[in-house]
């Protein structure tokens, strides 16, 4: 089971302290590197400049915590990476009750929840604590202490290039530059990290990929800066790979217009495992499609979600972990999810027939177990198309087959097909197999003109 495996590899990334640079990021695509050990780790320097923006710097913390006036350390950062705020400045002094409310953050509607706060391109500091907490602190004077620094380092990201028969790439990103949160941040990174591995095993690779892990929005800037003429070229779907965790639904975000490969296969696939499937749409974006789909660059790349970011009630605080929200069914769930995705890409094709007229089928012993098929229909009085529910049916899966011959015209792919009998692509691979076989269909790489 995947999920397992993802979800222990989840427990191992949780404490970590990532950010958009530091020592968390490298750490994390250390850990990865133990189950993919072709990733290819890069350093882009600070002050590195890609398109409007420049790469920061590098923050690091050693410690930081705030001590209340009876001497009592409270939001310690050691306990709790959620405590402090990202790239918060370093300090150490003592405060009023007053001045320390201005630099702590809280949710009133969430008394349990310590929030997720960054100031990364704002020198600034500060705290991040539970409403419930907040509420208890005492009149008198604080010590504050943050023990961190900003200089002059490098942003670091991952990269994992695997090549197929085609130059053309399936592109796979996921981020790594959120603290200890589980549906927002780990289950993207499980999920990537085991579906490199499945592609990587996947034999008889029909295309190549291109799979990152980067800090969000600064590192898919960066890494576009950088790579922008060999993607626009080759990329032919893509993926943002985020909030993949937890049970509870299922949610597809389109590209910018909704229109690429990426997004029929995301539609199809997901209708499939959960028909009560959220669909959002572009103006509901946040992660890096932001910057995949942005003008000038319109790279193919849609996101298959579990709970989407923004739309879970833990989404960026303390209780987005891996007790209550992220489990080993719900990585499962989304490993499988995106994998199928892959998999309908990789197995798409053009089945084309060069029978005139419908083969003569009982000369072939194609169907060597049935011998007398019944005449149950299950057409609807009102004309609809056949309902397949149960291609193990032997009315199922000949009445199937025949759909399949009937629109191997070399014009359809084998998604449109499989839209039209409205079953999931993966119920018509094994019939494909026996009727390329049987060498009354052969598959084209492209439509026939
Ligand atoms: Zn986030």
């Known amino acids: 089971m995947i999920g397992k495996k993802a979800y222990s590899l989840a427990k191992q990334l949780w404490p970590i302290n990532r950010s958009i640079t530091g020592e968390g990021v490298r750490q994390t695509l250390k850990i990865i590197k133990t189950i993919i050990p072709d990733l290819k780790i890069f350093e882009v320097k600070s002050g590195t400049k890609a398109f409007d923006w420049e790469v920061p710097l590098e923050w690091s913390v050693k410690d930081a915590w705030i001590k209340d006036p009876s001497g009592e350390k409270i939001c310690e950062f050691k306990k709790n990476n959620l405590h402090l705020v990202g790239y918060s400045t370093p300090i150490h ?15 009133p509607s969430m008394p349990n929840a310590i929030p997720y706060i960054t100031s990364y391109y704002k020198k600034n500091w500060g705290f991040c604590i539970s409403e419930k907490q907040k509420k208890k602190l005492k009149k008198g004077q604080y010590e504050v202490f943050i023990d961190s620094k900003l200089f002059k380092g490098s942003l670091t990201y991952g990269e994992l290039l695997i090549k197929g028969q085609s130059k053309k790439e399936i592109f796979l990103s996921t981020y790594i530059c959120h603290p200890s949160m589980a549906n927002d941040q780990i289950s993207g990174i499980c999920v990537t990290t085991f579906l490199s591995d499945w ?44 909030c993949v965790g937890d049970e509870k639904n299922y949610s597809y975000l389109p590209s910018k217009n909704g229109n690429t490969i990426s997004d029929s296969i995301s539609k199809h696939v997901i209708q499939h495992i959960d028909s009560n499937y959220l669909h959002f749409n572009w103006s509901d974006r946040g992660s890096d499609e932001r910057q995949y789909c942005s003008p000038n660059i319109d790279l193919p790349v849609a996101s298959l979600m579990r709970s989407k970011y923004n739309y879970y009630k833990e989404y960026h605080t ?5 007790k209550n929200v992220v489990t080993p069914k719900g990585l499962q769930g989304g490993y499988d999810l995106i994998r199928l995705a892959i998999q309908a890409l990789e197995k798409n094709c053009y089945p084309k027939t060069k029978i005139y007229g419908e083969p003569f089928m009982s000369k ?20 609809g198309r056949r309902h397949y529910s149960n291609i193990k049916d032997k009315d199922e899966y000949y009445h199937l087959s025949m759909d399949i011959i009937s629109l191997s015209d070399g014009k359809n ?6 839209n039209f009998c409205k ?14 076989k049987n060498k ?10």
């Open 93 to 107: 002094r003592m405060l009023s009750k007053n001045e320390l409310l201005k630099n702590l953050h809280s949710i």
């Open 199 to 242: 592609i990587l095993k996947y034999s008889n690779r029909k295309y190549s990929y291109r799979i990152i892990f980067i800090p969000e929005t600064i590192g898919s800037i960066v890494y576009l800066s950088k790579n922008l003429i060999k993607m626009k070229k080759n990329i032919l779907a893509g993926f943002n790979i985020t």
């Open 318 to 322: 303390s209780l987005d972990n891996l």
């Open 364 to 383: 072939r012993n194609f169907f060597p177990d049935i011998k007398k098929l019944s005449h149950k229909d299950k057409t609807s009085a009102k004309g």
């Open 413 to 418: 792919s084998l998604l449109d097909i499989a």
């Open 423 to 436: 079953v999931p692509i993966w119920n018509l691979y094994p019939i494909v197999d026996i009727l390329y």
């Open 440 to 449: 009354i269909i052969y598959l084209l790489k492209d439509p026939k003109k």
